[in-house]
Each structure stands twice: as C-alpha cells, then as structure tokens.
C-alpha cells in the first residue's frame, strides 16, 4: 500500500504561484505524477517524474509554467506552478504508479485525495 497525502492548494490570483506538495509513505514506487479534475471534466494529465533520476514530462498546457521536483529523502513530490490561469481552476492530485512499463501518463495504481487550487481574474 501507498499513502499520498496533497497539500500547498488555495485561492490564488491570475499570474501568481502555489507550490503543492505530495507526501508519499507506504511501499517504494516508481514513478509520481500531478492530475487535475475541474468541475464538469474529466481527469488531466498534468505532469510526472520518476524518482531515480528525476526524469520529468509535462502537458502542453502546462509546459513552461509548471515544474515537478522530487526529495527522495523526504519521500515528497512537488509541483511549482507559476503565471497561474483561471483555466487552471481544479483539484489537484498526486499519484503514485509502481511500475516502469507502460503509458506514463496512466496506469497510475494509487491516489491523494486532492487539493482544491482556485486562480481568480
């Protein structure tokens, strides 16, 4: 089992930054990724890393806005999020996959319960 645990989110205004944070415990997995759901959407990819060399990839929507970082020894994942858009209006998860095959922007086996980000005009 893993546990993932979000924090960081709030009412921030268009152009402005949050830093979210995910703290993850439980068994060693492989690879970490950030999703966002806003109201009446479906879940997004937003961005992911793996924890052995830090390998990262971005949305488009997000690229150049947005940076994931890791400390594998506070076992936390981070994401930076500047020049914040109201599109940007969701809740955020963390989530964790276990394993190195697949899609990396699914598969993605355990989730937080999400932190609420709101970018008012």
């Known amino acids: 089992q893993v546990q993932l645990v979000e924090s960081g989110g709030g009412l921030v205004q268009a152009g402005g930054s949050l830093r979210l944070s995910c703290a993850a415990s439980?068994?060693?997995?492989?690879?970490m990724g950030w999703f966002r759901q806003a109201p009446g959407k479906e879940r997004e990819f937003v961005a992911t890393i793996v924890w052995s060399g830090g390998n990262t990839y971005y949305a488009d929507s997000v690229k150049g806005r947005f940076t994931i970082s890791r400390d594998n020894a506070k076992n936390t994942v981070y994401l930076q999020m500047n020049s914040l858009k109201p599109e940007d209006t969701a809740l955020y998860y963390c989530?964790?996959?276990?394993?190195?095959?697949?899609?990396?922007?699914?598969?993605?086996?355990?989730w937080g319960q999400g932190t609420q980000v709101t970018v008012s005009s």
């Open positions: 439980g068994r060693t997995t492989y690879r």
């Open positions: 989530a964790a996959k276990t394993q190195a095959t697949g899609i990396i922007t699914a598969g993605y086996t355990y």
